[in-house]
């Protein structure tokens, strides 16, 4: 299930003092929005298939997206209008990227704790008086945080509303410029002592301020990921292994040394999968460690188990997806699966057809397969850790994991499941960005949109790992074996 996460969009292109821009951002916005409006009729698999989250959200937001780039005169405006449209499918299989970059942050990240906003993380030596930690937020530019974050912020990411966690994400992002004018000019706090103080967050700039290195080490307390991809050990008898994506490019070596080493564990009680900000590629690097944990056979069947249909819009854009899915290293497991369906995709443009099914099956069929496969054929049981930042073929296995009856879920929700992939960029016509959209619709027993929700919740902040791995530990040791189904 080859797919790629679009990282939320925290990007920009000047903080102040730009120079003057002789773009007609109205013609690039009008020209730009039409185009992204018929592409996503027919080259989204989800509008091609008639899927209800993307027909309706083409159908709403194509109306308001047109005449709101009528309106645009500004490059703000352009990029507002752009990312609110594609953000509107909540779907980060659905993307877009403009070419930004991070150039400005009020020094602050608020997040949602305990049923408030508060300040999570407050710079020191900052130029201006900053909020301490645990402060709550009241508002922001005049309004409660809450409208503030539905009504600036949350518009222009793809984290749809209805996750659990989305107002967290808003608030995460909010305090960083993003080029889409999002950032407030200042907020009332609710001290910890209790006294309300009005702050000023003036922006100040990365370059030659804060700098990138700093905002990555920032991100790294908030923002959980899982440790480089490898075998690690959490307790006796329970091993933990990092798989922070399921990219050949960065991880295929370490994956490779990994099977062999899981192969070998013939003892352990528990593997816990910490599968936290993997963000998808393709999904054979985390089947292959069910096959070496369960042996071939076995994990090949839990690969089946997730999806019964796959289906591929027949277009010359999905031909070139694919011929480049063949084409790349990473993908090399797939290349033959690649191969095959070329042949297909070319037959049906001939035909004319808009769909082409490559993998077909039953519901019932699925089901019967899953229920053989409940049961595991001896080695260690399943934990995995989650969060939002799952997606794509992470989600896919996290379905081939939940196939065993026993496996245990924890950490946080997912996003909503993405029945989505083979993902096609496409250059926009102004030559101001690209966007990105899915190609395949896979069918399965997990609705669209659906979240993946732990088992145990986690109480603290996922990226703080000891304290994350200390919890894991005394948890699964206290866990009573699981009853055969």
């Known amino acids: 299930m080859p797919s790629f996460r679009l990282l939320p969009l925290l990007f920009c292109t000047a903080l102040a003092h730009a120079a003057p821009d002789a773009t007609d951002w109205n013609a690039a916005a009008r020209q730009d929005m039409q185009f992204a409006i018929d592409k996503v009729r027919s080259s989204h698999a989800g509008a091609v298939s008639g899927q209800v989250d993307v027909k309706d959200a083409l159908e709403l937001g194509g109306r308001i997206g047109m005449v709101e780039a009528a309106q645009v005169h500004t490059e703000v405006e352009y990029r507002r209008a752009m990312v609110r449209f594609i953000d509107g499918f909540g779907d980060p299989h659905t993307g877009i990227n403009l070419r930004l970059n991070v150039l400005g942050w009020t020094g602050i990240v608020l997040d949602q704790v305990d049923g408030a906003f508060r300040v999570t993380w407050s710079e020191p030596s900052w130029p201006n008086p900053l909020p301490p930690l645990g402060a709550i937020v009241q508002s922001c530019n005049g309004v409660w945080i809450g409208t503030y974050l539905k009504t600036r912020v949350a518009p222009f990411i793809n984290h ?15 305090m960083f410029e993003s080029g889409l004018d999002w950032a407030p000019a ?33 991100r790294q307390q908030v923002d959980a990921k899982a440790r480089p991809a490898g075998l690690y050990r959490l307790a006796d008898g329970t091993a933990w292994v990092a798989m922070p994506d399921f990219d050949g490019r960065t991880s295929g070596a370490a994956y490779e040394k990994l099977y062999a080493q899981l192969a070998e564990l013939k003892d352990a009680k528990w593997v816990v999968f910490d599968l936290r900000g993997n963000g998808g590629g393709d999904s054979t690097w985390g089947n292959r460690a069910l096959q070496a944990l369960y042996g071939k056979d076995y994990g090949m069947r839990l690969g089946d188990a997730p999806a019964y249909t796959k289906r591929l819009v027949a277009d010359q854009a999905t031909i070139d997806v694919y011929r480049r899915y063949a084409s790349l290293p990473a993908f090399a497991a797939s290349k033959q699966d690649f191969d095959d369906i070329i042949p297909k995709l070319a037959l049906a443009v001939e035909h004319g057809d808009k769909l082409v099914v490559v993998e077909t099956g039953t519901r019932d069929e699925a089901a019967a397969l899953a229920a053989q496969m409940r049961t595991r054929p001896g080695g260690p049981r399943i934990a995995a850790v989650i969060d939002r930042g799952c997606f794509s073929s992470c989600m896919n296995f996290i379905q081939q994991i939940q196939t065993m009856s026993d496996t245990v879920l924890l950490g946080e929700p997912t996003l909503g499941y993405s029945p989505y992939g083979e993902i096609n960029q496409l250059k926009l016509p102004s030559g101001h960005g690209t966007i990105q959209l899915p190609a395949a619709i896979y069918t399965s027993f997990q609705a669209p949109r659906e979240p993946f929700v732990p088992d145990l ?17 005394t948890t699964l040791a206290q866990m009573k074996p699981a009853k055969t189904p």
């Open 457 to 473: 919740p986690y109480p603290g902040n996922l990226a703080d790992e000891p304290a994350l791995m200390t919890w894991v530990a």
């Open 186 to 218: 200042g907020c009332d706090f609710v001290l910890p002592d209790g006294r309300t103080r009005h702050v000023d967050l003036p922006l100040r700039p990365v370059a030659g301020g804060v700098g990138v290195a700093r905002i990555a080490q920032v």
């Open 160 to 174: 749809s509303l209805e996750y659990a966690t989305s107002a967290s994400e808003a608030a995460r992002q909010s």
